[in-house]
């Protein structure tokens, strides 16, 4: 079943090939937007569907516990600054895209997953929205 899912995409993540482990479980070899590799077991993207990797729900989470978020990538967006400014009780973070736009968005915006590009690229690769988990 691992070969029809090569080439596919599960939210920001697209496969790219498979591995087999000691207990024989398959893993999938994924990319997500934010060029991070990871592995993850072929259950978890055709049950449950992770929209990134590991290190994006990282930092997703980081964001819910109030933790220090300075150089964390969160799909396409590295997250430069906290501004120290608020909009609507919320902080407000400038974050750069890789394609080297530069975005401010607020800390409730990155804590749900809702902003993972600038506006350009997100309507340039049609990019779907993130789900926090």
């Not at 024989?24 to 049950?47: A, I, N």
């Not at 590295?78 to 009780?89: E, N, P, Q, V, Y």
């Amino acid at each position: 079943m691992a070969e029809d899912l090569i080439g596919r995409v599960f939210g920001y993540l697209s496969v790219e090939g498979r591995e087999k482990t000691p207990s024989r479980e398959t893993l999938l070899q994924c990319r997500c937007q934010c060029g991070s590799v990871c592995s993850l077991p072929e259950t978890s993207l055709t049950r449950t569907h992770p929209a990134c990797c590991p290190s994006c729900l990282e930092t997703m989470r980081l964001a819910r516990h109030s933790g220090d978020l300075t150089h964390r990538t969160l799909l396409r967006l590295t997250l430069i600054k906290d501004t120290g400014t608020f909009r609507s009780r919320s902080p407000v973070w400038q974050a750069r895209c890789q394609c080297g736009n530069e975005v401010t968005l607020t800390l409730s915006a990155i804590r749900s997953g809702r902003i993972g590009a600038c506006g350009a690229c997100t309507l340039r690769y049609g990019l779907p929205a993130l789900q926090a988990r």
